[in-house]
């Protein structure tokens, strides 16, 4: 396995494989260590590595970005449900919403929202939609909020 810039591969105290990666080649948060080094689990790194949103954040693939800042990113969706559907991403790959934390949720619909705005869907209604796990519909393992909207939504949810 390699990693863009150097990783400096560790065991943690029961054994499971770490690496250290210099901050400023790292595509998404470790664990923080210094200022310079982040820590992630080996089959995390692995996981982000194939993850087509962090891709996405890395600008590996493209994407039609509406949206960039700090903790998030925001690009319309590939194979849209209404005229205007986005996804709002965390840059953190967090697998879940089961995962998230509050401060990040926050930034989040925020950002949903100032994206409704944007588009003109804000006054009219507009849906923010998570799926969690499988059966919750939930498709690429790396959270995501839908920001739907553009004409008369459907009331199935289910």
């Given at each position: 396995?390699?990693?863009?810039g150097?990783a400096?591969?560790c ?5 499971v494989i ?5 901050l400023e ?5 470790g ?13 995390d790194l ?7 949103f962090?891709?996405i954040?890395?600008?590996e693939?493209?994407?039609d970005i509406?949206l ?5 990113i925001a690009f ?7 005229p ?9 790959h967090?697998?879940?919403?089961l995962d998230?934390?509050?401060e990040?949720?926050?930034k989040l619909?925020r950002?949903a ?9 804000a006054?009219r209604?507009f849906?923010?939609v ?7 519909g939930?498709v ?9 909207g553009?004409r008369?939504l459907s009331?199935?949810?289910?």
């Amino acid at each position: 396995m390699r990693v863009k810039g150097e990783a400096s591969p560790c065991r943690d105290l029961a054994g499971v494989i770490k690496l250290i990666i210099p901050l400023e080649q790292s595509f998404a948060y470790g664990v923080e260590i210094d200022s310079k080094y982040a820590v992630f689990a080996e089959e995390d790194l692995e996981a982000m590595r194939e993850c087509v949103f962090c891709k996405i954040i890395r600008k590996e693939m493209p994407a039609d970005i509406v949206l960039e800042e700090g903790d998030l990113i925001a690009f319309r969706d590939i194979r849209p449900q209404a005229p205007v559907h986005i996804l709002v991403v965390p840059k953190e790959h967090i697998s879940s919403l089961l995962d998230l934390g509050e401060e990040l949720a926050g930034k989040l619909l925020r950002a949903a929202v100032e994206i409704a705005r944007k588009e003109g869907i804000a006054e009219r209604g507009f849906r923010v939609v998570v799926n969690c796990g499988p059966e919750g519909g939930q498709v690429i393992p790396h959270l995501h909020f839908h920001v739907l909207g553009g004409r008369k939504l459907s009331d199935a949810l289910g």
